[in-house]
């Protein structure tokens, strides 16, 4: 008896109870479409924040101030005051530190937009001419700030997408004026559209020269006329990150006069990306795990039937072995069955997955779009999976069936 | 013998007719009488199986299921089965007890058809016009052997053990209820 033969018999007794095969293989199903559909949307997820942090530029490092301790008690990362305009301007040195390519520094404050009877309270980014090259940022209208307004210290800003659709719904922003906390800035470009971000909606933001945002918005920080919240660093190439990191170090220390610990952190885009691979990793982790318990419960399911099954069918068993049946032909049969019931629900779940992914593709999570990817690997391990399931819960079933002897089977009743 | 030369036998050397048929219940009359072969590994099952199923008068019911036939054409049905691995023994349990008398007379000659064919037929009974039409009967009572007489000629058919002598006919009393298995009878 060969394994076509068995599969022709075990579709045959499969077909004769279908509620009761098809309600076996839910369980699958179930299992299979979940594992499949929640892997979908973690590598969607993690796919999503790679690509924002890629569209944030190339080979960035970012410098933040580090954290400060007074009494012993230590402060957020970021809330000290020590970095300077002066710092960043220290950095854009070729001949000192050659991996440097470009360097953008930033001073984040909140405020209040206004433009007539439209409102928004969003970011305000202090920045200087070489913030759009360097964060990939380009305008879409107008044109972006310039190193003369810098050294001006004009009121001028450059718009997100965002934030112009919001205070200008009907018409061109540019050469419009906003009022951001009560001073009047000409709206000189707006920013294309990046998209949202895990880090804060980049198109939701309105950026406005840095000696501007020092001097005239970011009154609230005590520190005073030069004091910045970041400098965006772009490296000449990847393969100088180690150097680059090295030379803003020398310089900030030397300029810091740091003797123990430094008083900033650089960080590089491929430490963020790392991070965040790292959260996606976790959650697609545990949601297979949950999808792994519901293919575990399937699978008992499965085992449940089967053992029914051989009840039900001792005669029928009796019968085969009184015709010549081997142990093994039983064995094989019984386990041709699970393996059958599990498979084709794996295949059914497989497909119900990849339906219920392409359902919820394209709904928002917060600022991001979930774009989930069903990628075969998944789909091979599921169905690989389910196969062992059957395997393992058919096993003992059919090891039963198989061990019946021919004469008590036949008189069962 | 181990279970896979038990199998063997029981596939190649013996067919069993049994008192109520136990032929598969959804599964048509031709993939019944094709079970042996499918264990055998034999090639071909159709065309045998509607050979056998032909012999024994029911070419025509092919692709009905058991429970769409008569009681006596089931029985034919379990004695196709018994008969398409060409055994040299056919073990019958009451293969008459389940039928009305007509039904009964038509598997009686059938079975000697086969028995005039060169097969040897082991049948329990307990019916005595049945067991009369054996060559050589044993009564066993009790589990006990209490009478075994031979009668008529033992033929002079070829068969695999040199003999087919003839149905063996067990009857028991009629106060005792004990059904004979075959291995009993067969000691």
Redesign the interface.
Known sequence: MNLIESVRIALHSLAANKLRSSLTMLGIVIGVAAVIALMGVGRGASKAIDSQINSMGTNLLFVSPGSTSESGVRTAQGSAQTLTYEDALALNDPANLPAVAAVAPQVQAFGQVVNMGNNVNTQIVGVTADYAPVRNYSVNDGEFISQANVQAKSSVAVLGANVASTLFPDGSAVGQSVRINNITFKVIGVLTAKGGSGFGNQDDQVLVPITTAMTRLSRSRSGGGNVISQISVQVVDAKQMDAAIEQISAVLRERHHVRYEDDFTIRSQQDMLESATQITDVLTLFLGGVAGISLLVGGIGIMNIMLVSVTERTREIGIRKAVGATRRNVLTQFLTEATILSVLGGLVGVAAGAGIAFLISGVSLGTMTLQPVIALDSILLATLFSLIVGLFFGIYPAFRAASLHPIDALRYE | MD??QL??V???KIG?V?QTF???A??SVLANVE??L????KKERRERAVATLERVGLGDRIHHRPNELSGGQQQRVAIA?ALI?DPSIILADEPTGNLDSRSGAEIMALLHELHAQGLTIVMVTHDPDVGRQGKHIVRIHDGHIIADERLGDPPSVPGPTGTGDGGLAARHDKAVTQVA?PQEVNQ
């Open positions: 279970d896979r199998a063997a029981r596939n190649q069993f049994f136990n032929l598969l959804r599964t079970l042996p499918i264990y055998a590994g089965r691995n298995r």
